[in-house]
């Protein structure tokens, strides 16, 4: 069954870290770039970060750019994301996805997510 | 504030169509083909519906159909079913800076 898996949420002080791991099974994940988007309790999807299939290209968005890192180990079928100097503000569910080849909006498979909650 | 309007919410009847518009401008929709639609219930992954405007993945109804008119894209659900009851929200591509940008959601409630 092609999937993707989160891990690695949890609660952490504001000025934290954490990071999350998204593991994938049931394809050739090394085909495959993976964006990881967020949702914000009561709030709709914000895209947050993504690494092309080989790991050598990655973008983020603004509200995170500076504070996290996204890297992927292919031996492993996992992609990491990295977050430093957490605030109240990054409180949300987190998703990985797939990305559809040559299509930049295009995730079509998603995880269940993992939830981050920022507080103190 | 999201990058791209939706209406918070839009219902219809069982068997009726339904189109949610998503707003945007010529930095984002207007100026690119890639613009998507996501499907979300709460506790589930989200599921995409539509790609490059108007492409359906395999195993999505043909019910459901995308367009996009200047910096405007809109999705229509036609014959509503109970399990289309869910939030939708669009997605853009927006240039090699700000790269993805997605709508606010908008809920859709079958009566």
């Known amino acids: 069954e092609v999937q993707l898996v989160e891990s690695g949420g949890g609660l952490v002080q504001p000025g934290g870290s954490l990071r999350l791991s998204c593991a994938a099974s049931?394809?050739?994940?090394?085909?495959?770039?993976i964006h990881w988007v967020r949702q914000p309790p009561g709030k709709g999807l914000v895209w947050v970060s993504r690494i092309n299939s080989d790991g050598a290209t990655t973008m983020y968005a603004d509200s995170v750019k500076g504070r996290s890192t996204i890297s992927r180990d292919n031996a492993k079928n996992t992609v990491y994301l990295q977050m430093n100097s957490l605030r109240a503000e990054d409180t949300a569910i987190y998703y990985c996805?797939?990305?559809?080849?040559?299509?930049?909006?295009?995730?079509?498979?998603w995880g269940l997510g993992t939830m981050v909650t920022v507080s103190s | 504030q999201s990058a791209l309007t939706q209406p918070a919410s839009v219902s219809g009847s069982p068997g009726q169509s339904i189109t949610i518009s998503c707003t945007g401008t010529n930095s984002d929709i207007g100026s690119y083909y890639y613009v998507s639609w996501y499907h979300h219930q709460l506790g589930k992954a989200p599921k995409l519906m539509i790609y490059d405007i108007n492409k359906r993945p395999s195993g999505v109804s043909h019910r459901f159909s995308g367009s996009k008119s200047g910096d405007t894209a809109s999705l229509t659900i036609s014959g509503l079913q109970a399990e289309d009851e869910a939030d939708y929200y669009c997605?853009?591509?927006?240039?090699?800076?700000?790269?993805?940008?997605f709508g606010g959601g908008t809920k859709l409630t079958v009566l």
């Open positions: 997605c853009s591509y927006a240039g090699s800076s700000t790269y993805v940008v």
């Open positions: 049931g394809f050739t994940f090394s085909d495959y770039n």
């Open positions: 996805a797939r990305g559809i080849a040559g299509d930049p909006v295009a995730f079509d498979i």
